[in-house]
């Protein structure tokens, strides 16, 4: 029994290592070194529930909260980052911009084929300008022409395009610009004059699947706007908010897949007439990465907790991101070391693990936008959220 998980969520997280362990951790290598999308296993994870977790039951999800999400990617990322990353992509970016802000009409259009995994999501606001200055920086436009919107632009690192049955795209919808300038419109991916160019080469994360998107006359209708017109930032900044406590859950679940095999190794590996277990500067090593992914793992669900109270959660959101994803390179890093020679070599998990976890602290708000976030909180500049 764990003080932070109840009954139900200790269910939950049981169900999901069990799945993780006969469907997804087996076949991790594999999707990395033929850097092959998790098809068979996202597929699984549908009539389960997993892909619409907390969305609300009305619209087909399985109605569990954050938590049981942060416990998901956690999970997940303890067997294969592709595979966690692309739940996460579809759940907390897609899915969730749908689910916080859009109309009845786009819920029962799309949010229902997404909670259950009949389409996956993709939300794609990077261009090839803009990442973190998204106010500043976008300048995909979105124009109203009768009853529809005509998208022109280009948009980079848009996880799970290929793959994809919508995407909602942070577009611009007032030329003057400004924070109140910017729109979120959902585009199905068959519309004509959209095009998703081939996958992206990573350093990790292979098999699931990043792409630049182009739109050319792009139309779709009035009523795929989703929430208000100019109101796209601050709804973009609230879906990032919840993304980070995934991506932080995520980093949490590939450190401590990174330990295990240490610790695995550690009691192996022999050298100077015992286990490099008994040495005392490996033992500290492990004493550290423990204790550090468990500091993470509370970070982490205390900002799923406050979400799910209804509190203003966005810093402790960014803290949790900041510090499971520097912590896990760092766990990762000592995993390599622990493991000598055979840490930088691809027959061990340890290098993939590593390279997949690089990416969590750039994606969904860099570490030093995070810090920016936690600093403005601790002076006292934000406001709620
Ligand atoms: C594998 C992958 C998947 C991705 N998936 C998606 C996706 O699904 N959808 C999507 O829209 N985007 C996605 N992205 C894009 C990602 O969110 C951006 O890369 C990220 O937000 C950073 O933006 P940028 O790359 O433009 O860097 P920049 O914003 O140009 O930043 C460059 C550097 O400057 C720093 N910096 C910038 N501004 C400040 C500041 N004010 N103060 C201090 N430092 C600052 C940054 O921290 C960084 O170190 C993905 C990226 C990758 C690599």
Redesign the pocket.
Known sequence: MDFTLDNEHRMLQEMIRDFVEKEVKPRAAEVDREHKFPKEAIEKMGPLGLLGLNVPEEWGGAGADTLATAILYEELARGCGSTA?TVE?HLS?ATAAINLFGSDFLKEKYLTRLATGEILG?????EPG????LKGGVRTRAEKVGNEWVLNGS??????ASVAGVIVF?ARTDPAGGSRSLSLIAVPTDTPGLTIHPA?R?MG?HG?K?HAVTLEDVRVPLDHLVGEENRGLHQTLEVLAGGRIGIGALSVGLAQAAFEEAVKYAKEREAFGGPIANLQAIQFKLADMATNIEIARLAVYRAAWLKDQGEPYAHAAAMAKLFATEMADRVCYEAIQIHGGYGYSAEFPVERIYRDNR?ML????????N??VIARHVLGETSRN
């Open positions: 990353l992509a970016l993709a939300l794609s606001l990077t803009a990442g973190s200055d948009k980079m690192w848009t996880t799970n942070l992206e990573k994360l699931c990043t990416l750039i994606g969904e708000g860099t570490s030093e936008i810090r920016l």
